[in-house]
């Protein structure tokens, strides 16, 4: 069996445990941190199953050993860890959660089977989220993080932030340093030329 396929299932398989754990301790409560647990449920069960379909053998792929994708969990890990009880603008905060989330998922649906840990050469998707910006997940998730900073100790959780946006952006770059390998991917770029941000980056 392929190994970067057994590299999606172990994944996959990781998700879908940490939907079922988060299953487990979701408290349907009216706060944010309830919605925190909800879109983390919701995102790993998605992608558990994305993963578990990804049949596609990767051509190339990003070595897993890159320390980006772990400095992004990490950094998560700890801004999660610090939110509290009550925020100041629970609705404005709610709102941009959701608005993430949302993203992050529509850019789950978009990918497919193409979708895995690793960047793949494989049929570039260019449809909803994906036409805007070439990284609309990275998007989403930056959008649910920095929801979640706003209602943390912001001495902690503003520096932990800075470094997952600069882990995300140095795991852009290596991303595209192996899909230019790909001629629709430089013409996908040359189409959307926003990587992350609209207008900005």
Not at 34 to 41: D, F, H, K, T
Request: hydrophobic fraction near 45%; charged fraction near 15%; proline fraction near 4%.
């Amino acid at each position: 069996m392929n190994r970067d396929y057994l590299t999606n299932v172990l994944f996959g398989v990781t998700f879908l445990n940490l939907a079922l754990v988060g299953l487990a301790a979701l408290k349907f409560q009216c706060s944010f941190l309830a919605l925190v647990r909800l879109g983390a449920l919701s995102c790993n069960l998605l992608m558990g199953v994305a993963l578990l379909f990804n049949k596609k053998s990767v051509s190339g792929n990003m070595p897993l050993y890159k320390p980006y994708w772990l400095g992004m969990i990490i950094c998560n890990i700890i801004i999660v860890k610090q939110i509290t009880p009550h925020c100041s603008y629970p609705g404005l905060v709610s709102s941009f959660f959701i608005i993430g989330l949302s993203v992050v998922l529509v850019s789950i649906v978009s990918m497919g089977k193409s979708f895995s840990v690793t960047p793949m050469i494989s049929k570039i998707r260019t449809r909803f989220a994906y036409s805007y910006v070439r990284h609309p997940m990275y998007l989403g998730e930056s959008l649910m993080l920095a929801s979640c900073t706003v209602t943390s100790n912001l001495y902690l959780s503003m520096p932990v932030f800075l470094f997952y946006m600069y882990f995300v952006v140095k795991r852009i770059k290596e991303e595209e340093l192996l899909l230019q390998k790909s001629e629709s991917y430089r013409k996908y770029c040359s189409d959307t030329p926003w990587r992350l941000f609209p207008y900005v980056w």
